[in-house]
């Protein structure tokens, strides 16, 4: 493989997360959880791939951005955009932040007041 540039996409990457989809799809409608084969119970494994495949992108996303900014910039040093950036990641996580962090105090209400 040759050397790839910062921030290129990477085909294998992409290829080993099919993999994962794949390894998941059989072990739920070809294999142990459907028909109770377990040879076939590799779903544990496509879900592990997944999320190490995951990880590594989003750590390599959030290390560029860190090597992005110049050593004068204000962010560099603890002050400037570090708190915009974890507000815009909030914002954008925020639907599905809204039932674990707002449900159960809603159900603990609503089943003491019952």
Not at 3 to 29: M, N
Request: proline share 6%; net charge positive; charged share 15%.
């Amino acid at each position: 493989m040759a050397a790839q540039a910062a921030g290129a996409r990477i085909p294998e990457l992409d290829g080993l997360r099919g993999v994962a989809i794949a390894l998941v799809v059989v072990a739920h409608y070809c294999g142990e959880v459907e028909y109770g084969i377990h040879w076939l119970a590799l779903g544990w494994a496509g879900v592990d791939l997944f999320f190490v495949l995951s990880g590594y992108l989003i750590g390599g996303i959030l290390l560029r951005g860190a090597d992005l900014r110049s050593p004068g910039d204000a962010s560099s040093s603890g002050k400037g955009t570090g708190g915009l950036d974890a507000a815009k990641r909030l914002r954008a996580l925020w639907p599905s932040l809204r039932p674990p962090v707002l449900g159960p105090p809603k159900m603990l209400i609503t089943s003491i007041g019952a």
